[in-house]
């Protein structure tokens, strides 16, 4: 697993699947779906749907000024995505307000490798029966943003939080008040 | 604190106020931070900036079919609200990626009534100075949906994630496989 030499918190390899992205409506909340998962701890996000440049740069790009190694792709057969990472031994697992709550679930996955499904508006329902697990963050409407980061964060048990980002050209100090950032914007 | 009635697991009022939302750009972004908001045991959301009646409506919408007594309002003074929540106690926590971080800082907030600031695109300098405590969900860039929601995470540990919503029209039964909502959309 590559991800154990730059991010050495992290052992265990979590993928994000985005399904069913479409250009002109979803392309901010993809985005934020894409910088959660690096964020918090993915490996990587593969996008399904619409092939949209703009979003695949813009991650990319975040990637590179922010530093670690989470890579960001766009994948035509969402349903090759989960056979692959199926036979490489990962966890199926898909994010849905149908499913079972998070607290009851999150202890059959943490420590595993798992491709994490991520719905658009419509779901196909073979994603429900290819999904080693349907899972649910609360049985509420809300976000598939929110839903992933609170996914992560009980997977990685909060470590996420103090991961670093290796080789990266900004970086933040933390400030009690207002803003500080170092290193520059171009290598 | 009219929570503790028909909300009993959570004993402590947190309301966000989401800064300058533009009706042209944020209308998903910001639907997502409130029915995250809603769907992890905030009260309510003040939103400023724009007047956006559609994104009102839909979250009052989600707030009476799915239950509970979220509240969301317009409110075009955000600085009289920092100031009134302040005179109510509550402490003033700004979610910013430059920030101190969460893990570091949650235990000084976690227990108490909170007014969580969540910014838009371009945040005035004064919310800065204005928060009592400037806080990061990691100093990577990514989304203030799911800063939101770990944040909400953080502070109710975990318990946020059982919160039963009274009154609700609609409700999800969990299953492992498919959906099931029982309820009527109209009452």
Redesign the interface.
């Known amino acids: 697993m590559k991800k154990r030499k730059t991010r050495k918190t992290m052992t265990v390899v979590i993928v994000v699947l985005r399904l069913g992205h479409r250009i002109m409506?979803d392309k901010?909340?993809t985005t934020?779906?894409a910088?959660?998962a690096?964020?918090?701890g993915a490996s990587g996000i593969i996008m399904s749907g619409e092939k949209d440049d703009e979003v695949l740069e813009s991650v990319n790009d975040?990637a590179e000024r922010?530093g670690g190694d989470f890579f960001c792709e766009h994948r035509r057969d969402w349903k090759k995505v989960i056979e692959e990472y199926r036979e490489k031994g990962f966890v199926i697992a898909h994010l849905?307000?149908?499913?079972?709550?998070?607290?009851e679930k999150v202890g059959e996955i943490r420590g595993k490798n798992a491709l994490v499904i991520v719905g658009g508006e419509k779901v196909p329902?073979d994603v429900?029966?290819l999904a080693d697990h349907?899972i649910?963050?609360?049985?509420?409407?809300?976000?598939e943003?929110?839903a992933?980061?609170?996914f992560l964060?009980e997977c990685f048990e909060?470590r996420?939080?103090?991961?670093e980002?290796q080789n990266a050209r900004l970086?933040?100090i933390?400030?009690?008040?207002?803003?500080?950032?170092i290193g520059k914007e171009k290598g």
Do not use: C, M
């Open positions: 409506r901010r909340i934020h779906v910088l959660s690096r964020a918090l975040v922010w849905t307000f149908y499913g079972i709550p998070v607290q329902r429900y029966d349907n649910s963050v609360t049985n509420q409407p809300h976000s943003v929110s992933l980061a609170i964060h909060g996420e939080l103090s991961n980002f970086r933040i933390p400030q009690e008040r207002g803003k500080k950032v």
